[in-house]
């Protein structure tokens, strides 16, 4: 019983925090909430297509990777992926999530040390738990933090792990100048490109291929729940890389493989962005820009960024949560980001664009955040 009174305990300390997560449908609105930024899971020609392609495959995998779930559609989407994103190889896992647990629970061992940006995703903090390595934070895109910990660690083996894209403030990550802190240190970089995959670059490769640093950057994890409109990701990198991995990574040894059907869905998105990509990367980029050219009226709230991230701080879980709702009253899905997500005080709504958001509707709701 102690067990259950505290589990009883913990929640309603979240419900008296105004943190209380819980389940809700989608009841619709205007789309300023996925992270569909090139409308992608909507678009109804691809569906159309996948839908035939995937007509005559399995409707599941089977079994893990090493067992009997690999396909010659894994290893072509895989060879499609390296391809895509200029990488030597590329490993495919069941989510993001995974790929970010796999890579820094495998390859980092005891006597070498992960340095990290403080505000990294969840699944990169938990990977960081599951390594036997040591681990240290640097203040947000601080170069001269991150050099002085590459100095006080310099006799270590050095992970350097950033993201491109941050997914609460939308911002970008000085990623040449935290590589060339990296060479001079002989440190490994990885990079999490989830909110960069399919926006940049010139058919959406990342933003370390927009860079031209793809090859120098040790692994680099592309996710497709954003952007591709799907799930699963890949992790790009060398065939060294792919090899361990493969003998090492235990969320791809002990998982279930992706089925053929997500599988061949991805390898078509592919293709539907090699045709398309730059047309798509150019109408996002217009509403972006239209966004940042409108609010001015709510440029104090504002975190900068250019990409589809935009976050309006109102500090407060109850605060940030009231206007959140006055918003989808108003007609608008959006959602508020309370803390422990984000620090106390740096509460957000957190607007994402997207491709299928027209001018109009990007009006009205910067409209109605100035009414707020």
Excluded: W
Aim: charged share 20%.
């Amino acid at each position: 019983m102690q067990i259950i009174n505290r589990m009883y305990q913990l929640l309603q300390r979240r419900k008296n925090q105004k943190s209380f997560r819980a389940l809700k449908e989608n009841k619709g609105g205007i789309d300023f909430c996925s992270n569909d930024y090139l409308s992608i899971a909507r678009n109804t020609v691809l569906k159309k297509k996948i839908h035939q392609a995937t007509a005559a495959v399995d409707l599941g995998s089977t079994g893990s990777r090493l067992l009997s779930g690999h396909s010659t559609l894994h290893h072509q989407l895989e060879q499609k992926a390296a391809l895509f994103h200029q990488a030597e190889a590329a490993l495919l896992f069941n989510s993001g999530y995974t790929a970010n647990l796999s890579i820094l629970s495998a390859v980092p061992r005891k006597s070498d040390i992960i340095l990290f940006d403080a505000l990294i995703h969840a699944s990169l903090h938990d990977g960081l738990k599951l390594s036997v390595a040591q681990s240290e934070s640097f203040d947000h895109n601080n170069t001269k933090a991150l050099e002085e910990l590459l100095v006080k660690h310099h006799k270590k083996n050095i992970f350097v792990v950033v993201e491109s894209i941050y997914s609460m403030d939308g911002d970008e990550a000085p990623l040449i100048p935290i590589l060339k802190l990296c060479k001079q240190y002989n440190a490994l970089m990885i990079v999490d490109e989830a909110h960069s995959t399919g926006i940049y670059g010139i058919k959406g490769e990342g933003l370390c291929v927009a860079k031209g640093i793809e090859q120098e950057v040790f692994a680099r994890i592309h996710t497709f729940g954003k952007a591709f409109g799907m799930h699963a990701a890949v992790i790009a990198g060398s065939t060294l890389l792919k090899d361990y991995l493969i003998n090492y990574a235990r969320p791809l040894i002990y998982s279930t493989a992706l089925d053929p059907h997500s599988v061949l869905s991805i390898s078509m998105i592919y293709d539907h962005l090699q045709e398309n990509g730059e047309q798509f990367i150019e109408e996002l980029q217009e509403r972006i820009q239209y966004f940042l050219d409108n609010s001015c009226s709510i440029k104090d709230q504002l975190i900068v960024s250019e990409s589809p991230i935009q976050g309006i701080i109102i500090p407060g879980n109850e605060p940030v949560s009231r206007a959140c709702y006055q918003m989808q009253q108003a007609g608008f899905d959006v959602r508020a980001i309370r803390s422990p997500t984000v620090a106390a005080g740096k509460e957000r709504i957190r607007i994402c664009l997207h491709r299928h958001n027209s001018l109009e509707q990007i009006k009205a709701l910067l409209n109605c955040l100035q009414q707020l």
